[in-house]
């Protein structure tokens, strides 16, 4: 028999995602943390849009915190692209949100 130490990130109530190490359920909940203050933020702003459209906005710029933070302090595109794990910068496409069921290196939360 052997013995399993998962770390679920739960919201609400309702389980988010399942990790291998407290390191990752942790980056994760912080992710969530900065999405639902973006959300907030956007919906207090002149942009009109629907509630799934803030929510899935918010959370793919907290996703890709990190190339945004770098185009805010005046990077450019080409660069940020370049500089991403696993991207090819001739590709921009690629810089896609990932599914919010799914994480790299953790296992699928059944919805």
């Known amino acids: 028999m052997t013995v399993e130490v998962k770390y679920v990130v739960v ?6 995602m399942t990790f291998a190490t407290k390191k990752e359920a942790d980056a994760y909940d912080k992710m969530l943390d900065l999405a639902d203050t973006l959300s907030e933020w956007l919906a207090h702003s002149a942009l009109e849009m629907e509630e799934s459209e803030r929510e899935r906005l918010s959370f793919f710029l907290a996703e890709h915190k990190d190339p945004l933070t770098q185009i805010l302090r005046g990077g450019s ?4 692209l370049a500089s ?3 991207n090819d910068a001739a590709e921009p496409a690629r810089l896609k949100p990932k599914s919010r069921g799914k994480a790299e290196g953790s296992d699928e939360q059944a919805a």
């Open 11 to 16: 919201r609400q109530g309702e389980e988010k």
């Open 84 to 86: 991403a794990p696993g």
């Open 77 to 80: 595109l080409e660069s940020v």
